[in-house]
Protein backbone atom coordinates (compact mmCIF):
# COMPACT_ATOMS: atom_id res chain seq x y z
CA UNK A 1 0.00 0.00 0.00
CA UNK A 2 1.38 3.31 -0.86
CA UNK A 3 1.53 5.88 1.91
CA UNK A 4 2.14 9.47 1.78
CA UNK A 5 5.35 10.93 3.09
CA UNK A 6 6.85 14.45 3.10
CA UNK A 7 10.20 14.87 1.89
CA UNK A 8 11.86 15.82 5.50
CA UNK A 9 10.80 12.72 6.57
CA UNK A 10 11.46 10.53 4.01
CA UNK A 11 14.97 12.10 4.19
CA UNK A 12 14.86 10.93 8.18
CA UNK A 13 13.98 7.27 7.22
CA UNK A 14 16.76 7.26 3.84
CA UNK A 15 18.92 8.04 6.61
CA UNK A 16 18.54 4.44 8.23
CA UNK A 17 19.44 3.07 5.05
CA UNK A 18 22.76 1.86 3.12
CA UNK A 19 23.71 5.01 0.64
CA UNK A 20 26.63 3.76 -0.66
CA UNK A 21 29.26 7.32 -0.67
CA UNK A 22 26.87 9.23 0.76
CA UNK A 23 28.58 9.68 4.10
CA UNK A 24 26.05 12.32 6.04
CA UNK A 25 22.36 12.68 5.81
CA UNK A 26 22.88 15.43 7.44
CA UNK A 27 24.84 17.43 4.57
CA UNK A 28 22.16 16.74 2.49
CA UNK A 29 19.26 18.00 4.48
CA UNK A 30 20.62 21.34 4.98
CA UNK A 31 20.57 21.20 1.20
CA UNK A 32 16.22 22.02 1.73
CA UNK A 33 17.59 25.46 2.81
CA UNK A 34 15.33 27.45 0.38
CA UNK A 35 13.84 30.07 2.70
CA UNK A 36 9.85 30.66 2.63
CA UNK A 37 9.59 33.01 5.31
CA UNK A 38 9.08 36.41 4.55
CA UNK A 39 11.26 39.66 5.03
CA UNK A 40 8.94 41.88 5.84
CA UNK A 41 10.56 43.26 9.10
CA UNK A 42 14.00 42.37 8.73
CA UNK A 43 15.85 44.36 6.03
CA UNK A 44 17.86 42.52 4.04
CA UNK A 45 22.03 43.01 5.32
CA UNK A 46 24.62 44.80 2.90
CA UNK A 47 27.28 44.35 5.27
CA UNK A 48 28.87 40.73 6.51
CA UNK A 49 28.39 39.36 10.12
CA UNK A 50 28.76 36.38 11.61
CA UNK A 51 27.81 34.59 15.06
CA UNK A 52 30.23 31.73 16.62
CA UNK A 53 28.29 29.38 19.39
CA UNK A 54 30.82 27.37 21.59
CA UNK A 55 28.83 24.55 23.82
CA UNK A 56 30.82 23.69 26.59
CA UNK A 57 28.55 20.27 26.74
CA UNK A 58 28.49 18.95 30.48
CA UNK A 59 27.83 21.63 32.64
CA UNK A 60 30.89 24.43 33.03
CA UNK A 61 31.46 24.66 36.67
CA UNK A 62 31.89 28.40 35.44
CA UNK A 63 31.69 29.83 39.16
CA UNK A 64 35.74 28.68 38.90
CA UNK A 65 36.27 30.10 35.54
CA UNK A 66 34.72 34.35 36.75
CA UNK A 67 34.91 34.17 40.67
CA UNK A 68 35.70 37.37 43.19
CA UNK A 69 39.15 38.21 43.78
CA UNK A 70 38.57 41.13 46.51
CA UNK A 71 39.52 40.24 50.32
CA UNK A 72 36.21 39.99 51.51
CA UNK A 73 33.98 37.99 48.38
CA UNK A 74 37.09 35.65 48.31
CA UNK A 75 37.22 34.56 51.72
CA UNK A 76 32.84 33.97 51.34
CA UNK A 77 33.90 32.46 47.88
CA UNK A 78 36.22 29.78 49.42
CA UNK A 79 34.35 28.78 52.99
CA UNK A 80 30.99 28.01 50.40
CA UNK A 81 33.67 26.41 47.69
CA UNK A 82 35.79 24.68 50.20
CA UNK A 83 38.28 22.65 48.47
CA UNK A 84 37.11 23.29 45.18
CA UNK A 85 38.42 27.34 45.83
CA UNK A 86 41.40 28.57 43.82
CA UNK A 87 43.64 30.49 45.52
CA UNK A 88 43.13 34.51 45.63
CA UNK A 89 46.50 34.47 44.48
CA UNK A 90 46.24 32.38 41.37
CA UNK A 91 43.43 34.61 40.47
CA UNK A 92 43.71 36.62 37.04
CA UNK A 93 42.61 39.88 38.04
CA UNK A 94 40.14 41.87 35.84
CA UNK A 95 39.79 45.80 35.88
CA UNK A 96 36.59 46.99 36.79
CA UNK A 97 33.57 46.09 39.19
CA UNK A 98 30.18 44.26 38.98
CA UNK A 99 27.74 44.59 42.06
CA UNK A 100 30.78 46.11 44.21
CA UNK A 101 33.11 43.04 43.64
CA UNK A 102 36.47 42.80 42.46
CA UNK A 103 36.79 39.82 40.12
CA UNK A 104 39.09 37.41 38.26
CA UNK A 105 39.24 34.76 36.05
CA UNK A 106 40.68 31.02 36.20
CA UNK A 107 44.64 30.67 36.06
CA UNK A 108 44.62 28.59 32.79
CA UNK A 109 42.96 31.61 31.29
CA UNK A 110 45.88 34.53 30.25
CA UNK A 111 44.50 35.14 27.07
CA UNK A 112 40.96 35.73 27.83
CA UNK A 113 42.26 37.97 30.42
CA UNK A 114 43.85 40.01 27.95
CA UNK A 115 41.06 39.98 25.39
CA UNK A 116 39.04 41.40 28.25
CA UNK A 117 41.22 44.15 29.19
CA UNK A 118 41.90 44.96 25.47
CA UNK A 119 37.68 45.62 25.65
CA UNK A 120 37.38 42.71 22.76
CA UNK A 121 36.00 40.06 25.50
CA UNK A 122 33.16 40.58 28.27
CA UNK A 123 31.27 37.95 30.54
CA UNK A 124 27.78 37.85 31.39
CA UNK A 125 27.38 36.85 35.22
CA UNK A 126 24.34 34.20 36.43
CA UNK A 127 22.81 33.54 33.37
CA UNK A 128 20.23 30.69 32.55
CA UNK A 129 17.26 28.94 31.01
CA UNK A 130 14.03 30.86 32.36
CA UNK A 131 9.97 30.93 31.21
CA UNK A 132 9.64 33.63 33.20
CA UNK A 133 11.59 36.28 35.54
CA UNK A 134 11.60 34.51 39.39
CA UNK A 135 12.56 37.02 42.27
CA UNK A 136 14.17 34.82 44.61
CA UNK A 137 13.83 31.60 46.43
CA UNK A 138 10.91 32.33 47.87
CA UNK A 139 9.30 32.91 44.71
CA UNK A 140 11.07 29.73 43.40
CA UNK A 141 9.35 27.64 46.19
CA UNK A 142 6.10 28.17 46.47
CA UNK A 143 5.56 27.15 42.74
CA UNK A 144 3.57 30.40 41.60
CA UNK A 145 6.15 30.89 38.99
CA UNK A 146 6.84 28.10 35.98
CA UNK A 147 10.21 26.24 35.62
CA UNK A 148 12.25 25.18 32.49
CA UNK A 149 11.48 21.70 31.88
CA UNK A 150 13.69 19.13 33.30
CA UNK A 151 16.10 21.77 34.93
CA UNK A 152 19.11 19.69 36.16
CA UNK A 153 18.90 17.51 32.63
CA UNK A 154 21.79 17.29 30.34
CA UNK A 155 19.39 16.33 27.37
CA UNK A 156 16.69 19.34 28.45
CA UNK A 157 18.78 22.16 29.49
CA UNK A 158 21.40 21.60 26.12
CA UNK A 159 18.27 21.72 23.89
CA UNK A 160 16.54 24.70 25.50
CA UNK A 161 20.18 27.05 25.28
CA UNK A 162 19.74 26.09 22.31
CA UNK A 163 16.00 26.26 21.41
CA UNK A 164 15.70 29.11 23.86
CA UNK A 165 12.35 27.44 24.34
CA UNK A 166 12.75 26.02 28.14
CA UNK A 167 8.89 25.80 28.23
CA UNK A 168 8.98 22.71 25.84
CA UNK A 169 10.46 20.42 24.43
CA UNK A 170 11.43 21.23 20.58
CA UNK A 171 13.98 20.51 17.71
CA UNK A 172 13.97 23.97 16.49
CA UNK A 173 16.91 26.23 17.70
CA UNK A 174 17.05 29.95 17.77
CA UNK A 175 19.65 30.34 15.54
CA UNK A 176 17.91 28.21 13.01
CA UNK A 177 15.23 30.70 13.41
CA UNK A 178 17.07 33.80 12.45
CA UNK A 179 18.33 31.98 9.40
CA UNK A 180 14.86 31.11 8.30
CA UNK A 181 14.83 34.91 8.18
CA UNK A 182 17.76 35.81 7.07
CA UNK A 183 19.39 32.70 4.63
CA UNK A 184 17.55 34.00 1.47
CA UNK A 185 19.90 37.08 1.49
CA UNK A 186 22.98 34.96 0.96
CA UNK A 187 23.52 34.38 -2.77
CA UNK A 188 23.31 31.49 -4.58
CA UNK A 189 26.34 28.89 -3.96
CA UNK A 190 23.67 26.54 -2.12
CA UNK A 191 25.72 26.98 1.11
CA UNK A 192 23.37 27.00 4.43
CA UNK A 193 24.48 30.46 6.13
CA UNK A 194 24.54 27.81 9.25
CA UNK A 195 27.84 25.67 9.35
CA UNK A 196 28.40 23.31 11.68
CA UNK A 197 31.95 21.49 13.00
CA UNK A 198 29.93 19.42 14.91
CA UNK A 199 27.00 18.04 13.09
CA UNK A 200 23.45 17.88 13.61
CA UNK A 201 22.48 20.47 16.12
CA UNK A 202 19.65 21.85 17.39
CA UNK A 203 20.80 25.48 17.38
CA UNK A 204 21.07 25.61 14.07
CA UNK A 205 17.99 23.69 12.64
CA UNK A 206 15.32 25.95 11.16
CA UNK A 207 11.55 24.95 10.16
CA UNK A 208 13.11 25.46 6.82
CA UNK A 209 16.92 26.07 7.32
CA UNK A 210 19.35 23.37 8.78
CA UNK A 211 23.15 23.39 9.15
CA UNK A 212 25.61 22.57 6.39
CA UNK A 213 28.13 20.46 8.12
CA UNK A 214 32.20 20.63 7.55
CA UNK A 215 35.17 18.85 8.71
CA UNK A 216 37.70 20.78 10.81
CA UNK A 217 40.70 18.59 8.77
CA UNK A 218 41.65 19.30 4.87
CA UNK A 219 39.26 21.62 2.63
CA UNK A 220 36.53 21.12 5.07
CA UNK A 221 34.06 19.74 2.55
CA UNK A 222 31.91 16.87 3.80
CA UNK A 223 28.37 15.02 2.25
CA UNK A 224 29.52 12.78 -0.71
CA UNK A 225 32.95 10.92 -0.53
CA UNK A 226 35.37 12.43 -2.73
CA UNK A 227 35.37 10.13 -5.66
CA UNK A 228 38.93 11.70 -6.52
CA UNK A 229 39.55 14.83 -8.74
CA UNK A 230 42.99 14.34 -10.50
CA UNK A 231 42.90 13.85 -14.22
CA UNK A 232 45.31 10.62 -13.57
CA UNK A 233 43.49 7.69 -12.64
CA UNK A 234 40.52 5.97 -15.18
CA UNK A 235 38.69 4.79 -12.46
CA UNK A 236 38.00 8.08 -10.85
CA UNK A 237 36.79 9.90 -13.48
CA UNK A 238 34.58 6.67 -14.78
CA UNK A 239 33.15 6.48 -11.35
CA UNK A 240 32.37 10.50 -11.18
CA UNK A 241 30.96 10.16 -14.80
CA UNK A 242 28.99 7.33 -13.82
CA UNK A 243 27.12 9.33 -10.57
CA UNK A 244 26.82 12.37 -12.85
CA UNK A 245 25.10 10.41 -15.23
CA UNK A 246 23.14 8.39 -12.24
CA UNK A 247 21.81 11.44 -10.43
CA UNK A 248 20.86 12.96 -13.99
CA UNK A 249 18.14 9.54 -14.92
CA UNK A 250 14.08 10.55 -14.94
CA UNK A 251 13.34 8.09 -12.11
CA UNK A 252 9.24 7.03 -12.13
CA UNK A 253 9.56 6.82 -8.03
CA UNK A 254 9.25 10.09 -6.91
CA UNK A 255 11.28 9.26 -3.73
CA UNK A 256 14.35 8.24 -5.77
CA UNK A 257 13.95 11.19 -7.95
CA UNK A 258 14.16 13.67 -4.65
CA UNK A 259 16.93 11.84 -3.30
CA UNK A 260 19.13 11.97 -6.69
CA UNK A 261 18.27 15.50 -6.68
CA UNK A 262 19.18 16.05 -3.08
CA UNK A 263 22.27 14.53 -4.11
CA UNK A 264 23.17 16.37 -7.38
CA UNK A 265 22.81 19.68 -5.31
CA UNK A 266 25.38 18.38 -2.22
CA UNK A 267 27.92 17.72 -5.10
CA UNK A 268 27.11 20.68 -6.37
CA UNK A 269 27.96 22.24 -2.99
CA UNK A 270 30.93 20.34 -2.19
CA UNK A 271 32.17 21.76 -5.11
CA UNK A 272 31.33 25.59 -4.46
CA UNK A 273 32.84 25.20 -1.25
CA UNK A 274 35.83 23.30 -2.16
CA UNK A 275 36.23 26.14 -4.97
CA UNK A 276 36.01 28.99 -2.13
CA UNK A 277 38.13 27.22 0.47
CA UNK A 278 41.12 26.99 -2.18
CA UNK A 279 41.08 30.69 -2.30
CA UNK A 280 42.14 30.59 1.65
CA UNK A 281 45.16 30.89 2.54
CA UNK A 282 46.86 29.45 6.18
CA UNK A 283 47.31 31.76 8.47
CA UNK A 284 50.88 32.96 10.55
CA UNK A 285 49.09 32.36 13.90
CA UNK A 286 50.11 29.14 15.01
CA UNK A 287 47.28 27.41 17.15
CA UNK A 288 48.60 25.89 20.07
CA UNK A 289 46.53 23.20 20.70
CA UNK A 290 46.46 22.14 17.50
CA UNK A 291 45.81 18.79 18.44
CA UNK A 292 42.79 19.57 20.14
CA UNK A 293 39.93 19.06 18.19
CA UNK A 294 38.51 23.17 19.55
CA UNK A 295 41.55 24.85 17.94
CA UNK A 296 40.92 22.52 14.91
CA UNK A 297 37.45 23.61 14.51
CA UNK A 298 38.16 27.45 15.47
CA UNK A 299 40.96 27.29 12.60
CA UNK A 300 38.75 26.05 10.32
CA UNK A 301 36.02 28.54 11.01
CA UNK A 302 38.38 31.52 10.60
CA UNK A 303 39.22 29.99 7.24
CA UNK A 304 35.61 29.89 6.39
CA UNK A 305 34.87 33.01 7.61
CA UNK A 306 37.70 34.47 5.31
CA UNK A 307 35.88 32.57 2.48
CA UNK A 308 32.67 34.42 3.13
CA UNK A 309 32.46 36.86 -0.07
CA UNK A 310 33.91 33.76 -2.53
CA UNK A 311 30.75 31.78 -0.98
CA UNK A 312 28.59 35.48 -1.37
CA UNK A 313 27.40 34.81 2.15
CA UNK A 314 26.36 38.21 4.03
CA UNK A 315 25.55 36.47 7.25
CA UNK A 316 26.99 33.17 8.72
CA UNK A 317 26.36 30.95 12.17
CA UNK A 318 29.06 28.49 13.14
CA UNK A 319 28.60 26.10 16.04
CA UNK A 320 31.13 23.06 17.41
CA UNK A 321 30.51 21.45 20.58
CA UNK A 322 33.77 21.09 23.17
CA UNK A 323 32.33 18.03 25.44
CA UNK A 324 33.58 16.58 28.97
CA UNK A 325 32.38 19.72 31.42
CA UNK A 326 30.67 17.24 33.72
CA UNK A 327 32.70 17.03 36.05
CA UNK A 328 31.61 15.11 38.95
CA UNK A 329 35.12 14.06 40.34
CA UNK A 330 38.44 16.06 39.14
CA UNK A 331 36.86 19.15 38.76
CA UNK A 332 40.13 21.30 39.55
CA UNK A 333 42.53 19.03 37.52
CA UNK A 334 39.81 19.10 34.38
CA UNK A 335 39.42 22.90 34.22
CA UNK A 336 43.03 23.70 34.45
CA UNK A 337 43.82 21.84 31.01
CA UNK A 338 40.50 22.57 29.85
CA UNK A 339 39.65 26.04 30.08
CA UNK A 340 43.29 27.02 28.87
CA UNK A 341 42.64 25.16 25.99
CA UNK A 342 39.24 27.38 25.58
CA UNK A 343 41.37 30.32 26.54
CA UNK A 344 44.22 29.90 23.45
CA UNK A 345 42.09 28.86 21.33
CA UNK A 346 39.43 31.83 21.33
CA UNK A 347 42.34 34.19 21.18
CA UNK A 348 43.84 32.73 18.62
CA UNK A 349 40.81 32.43 16.33
CA UNK A 350 40.63 36.34 16.41
CA UNK A 351 44.58 36.40 15.72
CA UNK A 352 44.03 34.51 12.56
CA UNK A 353 40.53 36.97 11.54
CA UNK A 354 42.83 39.48 12.07
CA UNK A 355 45.57 38.11 9.77
CA UNK A 356 42.88 37.53 7.06
CA UNK A 357 41.46 40.78 7.36
CA UNK A 358 41.66 43.94 9.88
CA UNK A 359 38.42 44.80 9.89
CA UNK A 360 36.82 40.71 10.28
CA UNK A 361 37.44 41.13 14.27
CA UNK A 362 34.18 43.80 14.04
CA UNK A 363 32.04 41.22 12.49
CA UNK A 364 32.25 37.78 14.22
CA UNK A 365 30.75 37.59 17.89
CA UNK A 366 31.55 34.55 19.46
CA UNK A 367 30.07 33.76 22.70
CA UNK A 368 29.50 30.36 25.27
CA UNK A 369 26.96 28.37 26.40
CA UNK A 370 26.73 25.30 28.36
CA UNK A 371 23.94 23.42 29.85
CA UNK A 372 23.83 25.31 33.94
CA UNK A 373 26.83 25.44 36.28
CA UNK A 374 27.46 23.46 39.12
CA UNK A 375 26.76 23.40 42.59
CA UNK A 376 29.25 25.81 44.55
CA UNK A 377 29.58 23.40 47.04
CA UNK A 378 32.15 20.31 47.05
CA UNK A 379 30.41 17.08 46.53
CA UNK A 380 34.36 15.70 47.69
CA UNK A 381 36.18 16.29 44.54
CA UNK A 382 33.71 17.45 42.28
CA UNK A 383 30.68 19.53 41.42
CA UNK A 384 27.03 18.35 40.49
CA UNK A 385 24.33 20.27 38.43
CA UNK A 386 23.19 23.25 38.93
CA UNK A 387 21.75 26.26 36.95
CA UNK A 388 22.91 29.97 36.66
CA UNK A 389 25.99 30.34 35.28
CA UNK A 390 28.61 32.59 33.26
CA UNK A 391 29.05 32.92 29.68
CA UNK A 392 31.40 35.15 27.39
CA UNK A 393 31.10 36.62 24.63
CA UNK A 394 34.09 38.21 22.75
CA UNK A 395 34.75 40.32 19.46
CA UNK A 396 35.57 43.57 18.25
CA UNK A 397 31.78 44.39 18.65
CA UNK A 398 31.95 43.23 22.08
CA UNK A 399 31.91 46.63 24.54
CA UNK A 400 34.99 44.50 26.51
CA UNK A 401 36.33 45.23 30.02
CA UNK A 402 32.67 44.72 31.91
CA UNK A 403 30.97 41.83 32.93
CA UNK A 404 27.24 42.36 32.54
CA UNK A 405 24.26 41.23 34.25
CA UNK A 406 24.82 40.43 38.25
CA UNK A 407 27.24 38.80 39.62
CA UNK A 408 25.21 36.97 42.63
CA UNK A 409 27.07 36.75 46.70
CA UNK A 410 28.33 33.36 46.80
CA UNK A 411 26.96 32.71 50.62
CA UNK A 412 24.61 29.87 50.82
CA UNK A 413 22.65 31.86 53.01
CA UNK A 414 21.90 34.20 49.71
CA UNK A 415 17.91 34.36 48.34
CA UNK A 416 18.87 33.40 45.09
CA UNK A 417 20.46 30.16 46.64
CA UNK A 418 17.67 27.71 45.90
CA UNK A 419 19.44 24.73 47.66
CA UNK A 420 22.22 24.30 50.27
CA UNK A 421 24.03 23.08 47.39
CA UNK A 422 24.71 26.06 46.56
CA UNK A 423 22.23 26.18 43.23
CA UNK A 424 21.73 29.82 42.00
CA UNK A 425 18.85 31.20 40.78
CA UNK A 426 19.91 33.05 37.59
CA UNK A 427 19.25 36.73 37.69
CA UNK A 428 19.57 37.19 33.70
CA UNK A 429 17.67 35.20 31.06
CA UNK A 430 19.35 33.15 28.52
CA UNK A 431 16.95 34.98 26.15
CA UNK A 432 18.15 38.35 26.86
CA UNK A 433 21.27 37.31 25.74
CA UNK A 434 20.06 35.97 22.42
CA UNK A 435 18.19 39.10 21.77
CA UNK A 436 21.20 41.38 21.91
CA UNK A 437 22.96 38.79 19.92
CA UNK A 438 19.72 38.56 17.45
CA UNK A 439 19.53 42.18 17.08
CA UNK A 440 23.26 42.63 16.38
CA UNK A 441 23.18 40.10 13.92
CA UNK A 442 20.13 42.16 11.66
CA UNK A 443 17.26 40.23 13.39
CA UNK A 444 14.09 42.88 13.65
CA UNK A 445 12.46 43.35 17.16
CA UNK A 446 8.92 42.22 15.46
CA UNK A 447 10.87 39.08 13.97
CA UNK A 448 12.86 38.45 17.39
CA UNK A 449 9.39 38.85 19.42
CA UNK A 450 7.30 36.93 17.24
CA UNK A 451 9.20 33.96 15.62
CA UNK A 452 13.00 33.80 16.89
CA UNK A 453 12.61 34.55 20.51
CA UNK A 454 8.87 33.94 21.58
CA UNK A 455 9.40 33.65 25.18
CA UNK A 456 11.17 36.84 25.15
CA UNK A 457 8.70 39.45 25.61
CA UNK A 458 8.01 37.95 29.33
CA UNK A 459 11.36 39.18 30.36
CA UNK A 460 12.73 43.32 30.84
CA UNK A 461 13.64 44.39 27.18
CA UNK A 462 16.63 46.79 27.52
CA UNK A 463 19.56 45.94 26.18
CA UNK A 464 22.44 44.30 28.46
CA UNK A 465 24.39 46.62 26.24
CA UNK A 466 27.17 44.16 26.00
CA UNK A 467 27.16 44.96 22.05
CA UNK A 468 27.77 47.98 19.86
Known sequence: MFHKLNRRKFLGQASCAAIGSVTSM????????????????????????????????????????????????????????????????SIIGLSGTNNGRTLGVHPSMPHVASMYEARD??????????????????????????????????????????TSLPDQRNAIGWGGRMADLLNATNGTSGISMNISLSGRNVFQSGREVLEYSISNRGNGATGIEQLGTSDAGILNRLRNTGVDSLMSDIYGNVFKETFANLTTKTIASQKVFESAMMQTGTFPTIFSDDDHYLSQSLRMMARVISSAQALDQKRQTFFVTFGGWDHHDEVLNNQTFMLGVLSNAINQFYQALDEADTGLRDKVTLFTISDFARTLTSNGNGSD????????????????????????????????????????????????????????????????????????????????????
Open 26 to 89: NTLYNLMATNRLSMASSTPPEDYKALVCILLAGGNDSFNMLMPKGDAEHAEYSITRSNLAIPKD
Open 121 to 162: LAFISNVGTMVEPIANYDEYRNGGKQRPLGLFSHSDQIEQWQ
Open 385 to 468: HAWGGNMMVAGGAVKGGQVYGSYPSLDLASNLMVSQRGNLLPTTAADQVFAELGTWFGVSPSDLNSYVLPNYYRFDQNPLGFLL
